[in-house]
């Protein structure tokens, strides 16, 4: 390591809160660090505050022709329920970038609402490896989900508006697949009636709201290139079928132009800075599992042709978030991301070597060995892709030194690269040591990054494809009613669209309990969905939930304003 | 008129499309103009893009010992269904203040999102007297109303939570009184069952969405004097009741400081500006009828710290919003108004007169002067809170000089001051006579404002007070179920609360047909809903929608993004 003091001597030591880290972090003006980060002039941004901007639709266009730079994918092993700490390891992975003098910007997700009210938890990353102003980030953030939340609701009002009105084409008001959406935790909202009250009030039928980052628009808004792409996309979408079961789109009922309205502003990416004032894109958060669960598009690529490393993070472990990334991201977009880090933690070794979820503290060698095989596969699944991962462990301070070095000698055996990374305590001087191995990967490693099916095969191949190769079952099953929505979107002309699979992220399998690296069982598929505008299909495989609900005891309890209007207890 | 030519002489005319008008208007950054105009510090100001800014909660509290400047309330006569330019005459009055001269700010509401979808019709001002930027005001406008959204929701689905999970106190699922909210016109939503689908997915009831400006959190919020007293406010809001019939605040279920951190950042006023760069704050906007229909206190308090003169609007005729404007807002803030304009149109004054609305663009000097009769019992009623109005004639290009000069000799034969404004057509410049008589009447005039009824006598005689002294009925009808609320709300302790008059805009009565100025009749109170964190009793009076729906042919079809990304047909 090259440096031993923190950029902020005076924060709060790392188990502090993050609020209270994140709270005492002394930014720097927006408009300052993106000129002097990334060379973009004080006008080409929108500032929301002074430490918040979106880069305009206008100097996005303008970056058309720039050459790109090189594009690091952050993945993880099969996570625990508390997660790997895949975006605080991005964050302190582009720390460490900037800490060794390179030119790097992170692109994260936005977070969600809903959960911060629900189970504690934000999504801003967490110690001395956080993005900031946090608050903001975790609450509002410039108003992008609620925009999605109004153009979604907007196409729903008018497909009761327009079967009110009895209008052409006359949609069945039985075969409507377009819910409506809040970005709230509401599980009373899952399953309803609405139009009730007599004829004035519209026509009853049953309906439900998924959580906002479950829309297609939202899967919409993280694919599309640009304005124009987004509203051609947005008429794409498939809200019903009339009674002779032709679709009906979003352009059908004339609602794609309001909503391409509703979402303008929302669709420039947001600019904000870590608290080592490292710069990052947090745009756009697709659930995902019936979404690709990466950040926008347009914020990877603008960042791409802004700087000269990017680092960016895929949901879930990488069996789910890197293969939509390539399947779905990288196909749509034409991107190709240079070098892959795959982050382990100690803790998910073991839970995937047995341990019990209340016993991960302790320490266990043997344990963390026999886990190993699920972070061997995922070693294996991502040279499938042309790429040989960096193994990053995220420290914990419970790990040991033992545990530590059982999966360095893993790696080793097997060849691949692997860092401690202890950004959540040091911040990027932590990651240095991960920094320097992802610019050396860069200037010597050689990916020829291959796509996992071609576009012509039959879609059933293709879910049969990601369950063999990645999730590693014998084979497919099929319900009848799934494949008979995988016919029909065949037959309407669908059949080139990849897959998006949502399945559990604990398992390779079907089943959260299979843990390690299991063989020999088979994926089933309860459900397809057709996902026009943002071009894919989902395969539902197990109970996939779209709307949380908050727990017994909500984090909102405790969630309040102080004597001095200072926010408490958000996380 | 002191000058000839308008400050941008190449705006399109006046009969342009306002959105043309409006994005041909050359505005100044926010920052600047707030210091040179207000003397805002730019680093007291959060700037949402370069064009508008909210005034942050420490620069609003330092101004807690500063003088007052004076109040000017516009209010209207009985509007036609396409209203009668009250906000158009707002900003056009403020514009003239400022060419004159004078150091003002107009105070306005914020529009709803889901109208703008339906009928056409921003609520921005119109021709060349409007606030800008046009489409951001019509839109998301800084997050504000999305807030209040979430906030109520939050709450919403934290009852569900609590019934779901058996907390204490039990509340019983058949006496909620606390329904969710969308910013959409979506009747669909206006009766609905949630909870479907079995015990996992919480408790099935019957439920309903109104539309968020009538929800009691947007009266709270235009009613709080600052964050501490937003949070106590949503902490009184009642939810529902118990199975023993004892009220269930948004205290008990918990939410009240979650929901406070949802709004602490959109309660701060939002400064703009309008095409004459006169600086203007929007923010908050309750509906009419249910609620009490004006800005922010924290918008009105802060521009009467930081200007001379500060011209504000009441919703509807004067009737309702002037009435509510004493009897809810000052009364609540202690704020009072030191000259009020009433604005009219000759239209409005055909139609009291009984002209039909096909037949409003012919001459009818007789018309005119039959439906004057509204206009003297609306100056009479302003009279009676110690006001003596200044008329303002709105200007349509289809008004004769006949019909205007009888508005001008009934005014005078009745002793007030009257003007024609020509600020839709002419900007300030239009309006500057206007603008004059407001200086001479607040140089000059000596209101002694009085509130039309004290805190402590029964809500029922405060319903009867208002019906008799300003709709001039014979007596109230108080139905069954309203009387037994009103003696339940006097035993829980709220008999102290100004009431809130829901009822038609469109007549003195309940009945919107009777035109003119009816005496007599009866005033219907069919139901009373108590807000109990806002502070008012709301007295419902015939049909009113706390949904709207859209028409056959919402303006959404239209709305669309051009080849450049240009928003089209938003008006």
Redesign the interface.
């Known amino acids: 390591m090259t440096k031993t003091t923190p950029l902020q001597p005076d924060l709060p030591p790392p188990g502090a809160p993050d609020i209270e880290i994140a709270r005492a972090a002394k930014m720097r003006p927006i408009l300052g660090l993106a000129e002097e980060k990334l060379g973009i002039p004080p006008e080409a941004l929108?500032?929301?505050?002074?430490y918040k901007a979106k880069v305009s639709?206008d100097y996005i266009a303008s970056l058309k022709d720039k050459p790109l730079g090189k594009l690091v994918l952050v993945t993880a092993v099969t996570p625990t329920p508390a997660g790997e700490g895949k975006t605080t390891t991005s964050v302190g992975l582009n720390d460490g970038l900037n800490h060794i003098g390179a030119k790097s910007v992170v692109c994260l997700r936005e977070p969600s609402?809903g959960p911060c009210?629900g189970m504690k938890g934000g999504a801003a990353g967490g110690g001395r490896a956080q993005v900031v102003p946090m608050e903001?980030i975790n609450?509002?953030f410039?108003?992008d989900f609620?925009?999605i939340?109004?153009a979604h609701?907007?196409l729903?009002?008018?497909v009761?508006?327009h079967i009110?009105?009895g209008h052409e084409p006359k949609i069945d008001p039985r075969q409507i697949v377009w819910k409506?959406v809040?970005?709230?935790?509401?599980?009373?909202?899952?399953?309803?009636?609405?139009?009730?009250?007599g004829p004035?009030?519209?026509?009853p039928r049953q309906?439900g709201f998924d959580i906002t980052v479950a829309s297609e628009v939202m899967a919409i808004f993280c694919l599309a290139n640009d304005?124009?792409d987004l509203?051609e996309r947005l008429g794409r979408m498939i809200v019903g079928y009339t009674y002779d079961k032709q679709p009906v789109t979003a352009r059908d009922v004339?609602?794609?132009?309001?909503m391409?309205?509703?979402l303008?502003?929302a669709l420039q990416p947001n600019l904000v800075q870590s608290i080592e004032h490292a710069p990052a894109f947090i745009h756009g958060g697709p659930f995902g599992n019936i979404a690709h669960g990466c950040n926008s598009v347009m914020a990877t690529r603008s960042a791409l042709a802004l700087s000269d490393i990017v680092v960016t993070e895929a949901g879930f472990g990488a069996d789910l978030g890197a293969e939509k990334f390539f399947d779905i991201k990288c196909r749509q977009s034409g991107l190709r991301p240079d070098a892959v880090v795959l982050v382990c933690t100690i803790r998910a070794l073991k839970m995937q070597g047995g341990v019990a979820r209340a016993d991960l503290d302790a320490e266990n060698v043997q344990a963390v060995k026999d886990g190993a095989v699920n972070l061997k596969r995922h070693i294996a699944n991502l040279e499938q892709f042309g790429l040989k991962p960096i193994v990053a462990i995220n420290h914990f301070v419970k790990d040991s030194e033992a545990e530590i070095e059982a999966v360095r000698a893993i790696c080793k055996a097997r060849g691949v690269k692997v860092e401690l990374s202890r950004h959540w305590e040091m911040g990027g001087e932590g990651a240095a040591d991960l920094a320097r191995a992802v610019v050396d990967e860069l200037e010597t490693g050689s990916p020829k990054v291959e796509l996992l099916y071609p576009d012509d095969i039959s879609l059933a191949d293709k879910i049969l494809t990601v369950a063999q190769k990645v999730y590693r079952a014998h084979d497919i099953h099929l319900s009848a009613k799934a494949r008979r929505s995988l016919e029909q979107f065949e037959e309407m002309g669908y059949g080139h669209l990849p897959v998006c699979i949502a399945k559990t992220q604990y398992s390779f399998s079907a089943d959260a309990k299979q843990m390690g690296a299991p063989t020999g069982h088979f994926l089933p598929v309860r459900e397809a969905r057709l996902s026009a505008g943002a071009g894919f299909i989902v395969a539902i495989c197990g109970d996939i939930m779209t709307m949380p609900?908050?727990p017994?005891k909500?984090a909102?309890?405790?969630?309040?304003?102080d004597?001095n209007?200072l926010?408490?207890n958000?996380s």
């Not at 929108?46 to 002074?50: A, E, L, Q, R, S």
């Not at 004339?254 to 309001?258: C, E, I, P, R």
């Open positions: 929108v500032p929301y505050g002074h639709h609402l009210f903001d609450l509002h410039n108003g609620h925009a939340t109004a609701n907007l729903s009002a008018m009761d508006n009110h009105w409506r809040l970005d709230m935790n509401d599980r009373a909202l899952r399953d309803i009636v609405i139009g009730l009250g004035v009030h519209g026509v309906d304005l124009k509203q004339g609602a794609d132009g309001a391409a309205v509703l303008k502003d609900g908050l017994r909500p909102a309890l405790d969630i309040h304003l004597e209007g926010i408490q958000l």
